[in-house]
């Protein structure tokens, strides 16, 4: 099975994608967004991309990559997440790291290194490779890009501010082998119509029928200003009947627009 995710080796996602698969099946590429398309261009079996962080947020690129091309999301991977602060000395000038790391740490590093300049790089461990090429340069990543064995010191651990750091990441998979079972299911929901009250009738299919919602996060469309793609994450199987009746009712609303099931799939915690 080929797996890819966001490299170089040693990013967060490449250990998420380690908890499911075995390292030799592991390939990398640049962005969430290359990753889903080849996914959904066949090219590989599965993807593992990062979706939301509780510090940080959504990563609004995998989301939008979810809407804008063709595949199912087949499982849930939750992990915490603690930051080390990586270079060959501590005088340095520069920061790299991805925008997620360097906005996780914002506190620490204000307090710390406030005249150091920030660059935001495609991943953490691209900027851990910046930081091994150039004594100037900071990264930020797990602390096992660095340390014994590397040209590297782990300057300090767990600098992110918050002590509960944890990102969800998910694998996606081409659409064909998408699941009606599991006990979560995400689901995007393109109203294409404004008016009063929207929101509440888009919720009230899921409230009636006791089911919990878990995320519910806009996206601009895209189309005009103020017009809004819904991505909704329910605690609920689309094998359900609950969850199908729901559907149905959502499906109507947006008659006019369009309503995606990415699929049904289980959650795991990991811890790596
Ligand atoms: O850059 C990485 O290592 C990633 O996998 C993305 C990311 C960045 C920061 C927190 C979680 C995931």
Redesign the pocket.
């Known amino acids: 099975m080929k797996m890819l995710?966001?490299g170089p080796a040693?990013?967060?996602?490449?250990?998420?994608a380690r908890s499911v698969a075995d390292d030799d099946e592991i390939e990398f590429r640049e962005s969430p967004t290359a990753i889903v398309e080849a996914v959904a261009g066949g090219e590989a079996d599965r993807g593992v991309v990062?979706v939301e962080?509780s510090i940080?947020g959504s990563?609004t690129e995998s989301l939008d990559a979810f809407a804008g091309y063709e595949v199912a999301v087949v499982k849930e991977i939750i992990t915490p997440?603690r930051?080390a602060l990586l270079a060959q000395r501590g005088d340095f000038e520069l920061v790299a790291?991805?925008?997620?790391?360097l906005a996780?740490c914002r506190s620490y590093l204000d307090a710390n290194y406030p005249d150091a300049k920030l660059e935001a790089v495609?991943?953490?461990?691209?900027?851990v490779e910046r930081a091994r090429d150039d004594p100037s340069v900071a990264g930020i990543?797990?602390p096992d890009n660095g340390g014994e064995g590397t040209d590297l010191q782990v300057l300090a651990e767990d600098i992110q501010d918050q002590s509960s750091?944890a990102?969800r990441?998910v694998v996606v998979a081409p659409l064909a082998e998408r699941s009606d079972a599991g006990s979560k299911s995400s689901l995007i929901v393109y109203p294409n119509v404004d008016y009063p009250g929207l929101l509440l009738e888009m919720l009230e299919p899921f409230a009636d029928r006791n089911i919990n919602l878990t995320r519910v996060e806009s996206r601009p469309s895209g189309e005009r200003l103020g017009d809004y793609v819904f991505h909704v994450d329910v605690e609920a199987g689309l094998y359900e009947e609950r969850t199908q009746k729901a559907l149905a009712d959502i499906e109507a609303i947006a008659e006019k627009g369009w309503v995606k099931r990415l699929g049904s799939y289980d959650s795991e915690t990991v811890l790596n």
Not at 10 to 16: I, L
Not at 97 to 101: D, E, F, G, L, N
């Open positions: 995710t966001l040693g990013t967060y996602s490449h250990r998420a990062a962080n940080e990563v997440i930051h790291s991805h925008a997620q790391a996780q495609a991943s953490t461990a691209r900027g990543g797990h750091n990102t990441f």
